[in-house]
């Protein structure tokens, strides 16, 4: 049988991987306008932290809790807690919801169902993101007076996340007939996809940002932010290299598997969850339950590793006097982009944070590079599913099981790459280009040009980020039914999944983030920044 030929665009709007690519550069291009003195995205809202009772010559105002992140939606350019304010959110949401609903509509989704979903879960997410940043969770040693308190969790913005999440799995475990009334929008994949592509943003801004304050700074960024690009690209394939084999011989010889059930899970655990089981579950002509089993196991498996491996990389190993290396082998760990990109934005949190406790003020990192460090080796790790499910597909049809007349076109390399990764390059060389553009790097006579620049990426990076982010912990925790690891069909898929992963996946990630990202120094900006 010859499998039938698809047009190049094909799904371009039918397709979550495309919709992500949409949403994320769409409002990216929105955010150039600034450059002719027009703001249309700097009504995306943001939290910051908040007590109920202020202290004298404090801060902290309940009232300031939310924010726009365009000047020139506040009443005056110096006082960002003006104008919108809380209104922020309500815009946040009418402009979202109408993008969101466009989108669901092109993909053949209940829109009627999305819209009632989406809005129960955008205000939930809102409401713990409110309480996330109540300063007990994300304030630290060295702020927390100006609140008023003598002790602080210094979770960061990551008190949000996790909260985030627990709602989440409160719903999908414990209210299921609700988590499945929002299961139409709860779809984390589209929507840390879309994150991913604005965290394109995050790594071209960061130059233009760290410019701002010293040109040095702004070529130190450059330079990182192509390091990891090499680097995670030559730890991803030596890792592959070992990961999938090694999974593949875990299930085979110690669990005794069958071939294709041990290929399917090969590819779930060491390469990309759902996306990759699923591929490769067609390429091999594994039965659909296979892939639907593993599928479940890696959502489950990754939300245990959201909670667990943050914090055990920030204070047990390598913490933070390596964090880029824990950040690579957060990516190369945690499998669904989901999980892996939301466990980064945890940990840089967490870290930065941390080392900011620790040093008394005098370490300052920018924030999104220790997540840009795990989702660098996510995307390279992403790039493998088309090929591999190619490679898989030509050894069973032309080895395995082979049937006369059958041929796999060249073409499924190109339908299996995730659309989004295209969206996540584009807009951080697309920021890079202009940062390089008007003359030197950086130069004085360039900065109004950037600072218009870096004016729209801000919302962006910032604002639409952070809030797709935290959607994506709120839908992880909706989706995930912890009961399912109780059921007898999953048997030795559990105990390969924990062995492969424990055991073999986060020892040779750990070793092999070393080896290449080792050294790597994230720029020090508490000298310029208040």
């Known amino acids: 049988m010859v499998q039938p030929e698809r047009k190049w665009y094909s799904g371009m709007l039918t397709q979550e991987d495309w919709w992500a690519v949409w949403l994320g550069v769409g409002f990216f291009f929105l955010s150039l306008l600034n450059i002719a003195g027009i703001d249309l995205v700097g009504w995306i809202t943001y939290p910051t932290k908040w007590v109920f009772n202020v202290p004298e010559g404090g801060k902290g105002a309940i009232s300031h809790a939310f924010y726009a992140l365009g000047k020139k939606y506040s009443l005056t350019a110096k006082d960002f807690y003006k104008g919108l304010g809380w209104w922020s959110i309500i815009w946040t949401y009418v402009i979202f919801t109408i993008a969101t609903c466009i989108g669901a509509a092109s993909m053949k989704w209940n829109v009627r169902k999305f819209f009632t979903g989406w809005t129960i879960i955008f205000f939930l997410t809102i409401a713990t993101w409110f309480i996330g940043h109540h300063a007990f969770f994300a304030a630290n040693k060295i702020n927390m007076g100006k609140y008023g308190l003598n002790f602080a969790l210094s979770l960061g913005g990551g008190g949000s996340f996790i909260l985030a999440l627990i709602v989440g799995l409160i719903i999908g475990n414990f209210f299921k007939g ?6 139409e929008a709860a779809k984390p994949e589209w929507y840390i996809k879309t994150a991913i592509v604005t965290l394109g943003v995050k790594l071209g801004y960061l130059p233009i940002k760290l410019a701002g304050m010293s040109q040095k700074l702004g070529k130190a960024a450059t330079g990182l932010t192509f390091d990891l690009f090499i680097a995670g ?13 090694g999974v593949y011989i875990i299930s085979r010889r110690i669990f005794k598997l069958p071939r294709k059930t041990a ?3 090969g590819s779930g655990i060491s390469i990309c969850g759902v996306s990759a089981a699923v591929a490769t579950g067609g ?5 659909p339950v296979v892939s639907i089993m593993v599928s479940a196991l890696v959502v489950i498996w ?3 590793e959201l909670v667990i491996l943050p914090g055990f990389f920030t204070h047990v190993w390598p913490g933070t006097k390596d964090p880029l290396v824990a950040g690579a082998a957060l990516g190369m760990s945690v499998k669904t982009d989901g999980a892996d990109a939301a466990a980064g934005e945890l940990m840089d949190e967490l870290m930065r944070n941390k080392i900011e406790a620790d040093t008394n003020g005098a370490v300052k990192w920018p924030s999104g590079i220790i997540t840009s460090s795990a989702v660098m080796t996510k995307v390279w790790i992403d790039m493998f599913i088309g090929i591999w499910a190619f490679v898989l597909a030509m050894v069973w049809v ?12 060249v073409s499924e390399v190109w339908h299996r790459f995730p659309k989004f990764v295209i969206g996540y390059f584009f807009t951080w060389l697309f920021l890079l280009a202009l940062y390089f553009g008007p003359g030197q790097a950086g130069a004085p006579e360039a900065m109004p040009f950037l600072k218009s620049v870096k004016a729209g990426a801000v919302p962006i990076e910032k604002g639409m980020r952070k809030l797709f982010f935290m959607l994506t912990f709120m839908s992880l925790g909706i989706i995930t039914d912890f009961k399912k690891l109780r059921e007898a069909q999953f048997g030795k898929m559990v105990w390969v999944y924990f062995v492969a992963l424990f055991l073999f996946i986060i020892p040779v990630a750990l070793v092999i983030a070393y080896l290449f990202h080792h050294g790597m120094q994230i720029p020090n900006i508490a000298g310029y920044v208040k």
């Open 263 to 265: 290929a399917v899970l």
């Open 233 to 245: 690209a030559v730890a991803t394939i030596v890792a592959y290299m070992v990961f999938w084999p």
């Open 178 to 183: 609700f988590a499945e009334f929002l299961s």
């Open 398 to 409: 032309y080895s395995i099981d082979r049937r006369p007349g059958e041929t796999v076109p």
């Open 302 to 304: 990754a939300v245990i």
């Open 283 to 287: 390429a091999v002509r594994a039965k």
